[in-house]
T-cell receptor, first 111, second 113 residues
């Protein structure tokens, strides 16, 4: 079965710093989703990537899917306290009809 | 155009009682997915349903847990004879078709005392 590994597990950065979160799959990714979860709340959809080499940006967040479609990265530029939360990558494998999730990355941004 | 609605938001049950969690998918969505998030852990897939059918229940515990998505009404996740280890956040997601984007509800936080 497909497994997703996220790194780092937790991250504490100072406001204004850049950061990167990685998501690595044991198998080829056919759809890669990034979500953000504020503590104690639901999931907010950030971006979805499907094609090898694809890159998408929204405000200060950029997500990429590598050419081999087995790794994705989420990059935040000039982090702010509002970026704090848990970032989850979710993936669809070949011939599956559900999302499986990585272990999550807890981000804290201090002023 | 309401999103995925889950209720209740918080549920407290004593050990041995039954818990019923409800999920109303987005309008036009006929695929429902249930996930469980234990404290300090990621989301674990439980079950995938379409109207009146269970498509994939590979993540459901073999005992005490059941799910349904009737022709009319919300999807229900039912936990019988709850134990303390069932305490978790249970999230529901829906999609129009599989692989076309998943919208999540705010979750139901179950506490077993």
């Amino acid at each position: 079965s497909q497994e997703l590994e996220q790194s780092p597990q937790s991250l504490i950065v100072q406001e204004g710093k850049n950061l990167t979160i990685n998501c690595t799959s044991s198998k080829t990714l056919y759809g890669l989703y990034w979500y953000k979860q504020k503590y104690g709340e639901g999931l907010i959809f950030l971006m979805m990537l499907q094609k090898g080499g694809e890159e998408k940006s929204h405000e200060k967040i950029t997500a990429k899917l590598d050419e081999k479609k087995q790794q994705s990265s989420l990059h935040i530029t000039a982090s702010q306290p509002s970026h704090a939360g848990i970032y989850l990558c979710g993936a669809e494998g070949f011939n599956t009809d559900k999302l499986i999730f990585g272990t999550g990355t807890r981000l804290q941004v201090f002023p | 155009n309401a999103g995925v609605m889950q209720n209740p938001r918080h549920l407290v049950r004593r050990r041995g009682q039954e818990a019923r969690l409800r999920c109303s998918p987005m309008k036009g969505h006929s695929h429902v997915y249930w996930y469980r998030q234990l404290p300090e852990e990621g989301l674990k897939f439980m079950v995938y349903l379409q109207k009146e059918n269970i498509i994939d229940e590979s993540g459901m515990p073999k005992e005490r847990f059941s799910a349904e998505f009737p022709k009319e009404g919300p999807s229900i996740l039912r936990i019988q004879q709850v134990v303390r280890g069932d305490s978790a956040a249970y999230f529901c997601a829906s999609s129009a078709e599989s692989g076309l984007g998943y919208t999540f509800g705010s979750g139901t936080r179950l506490t077993v005392v």
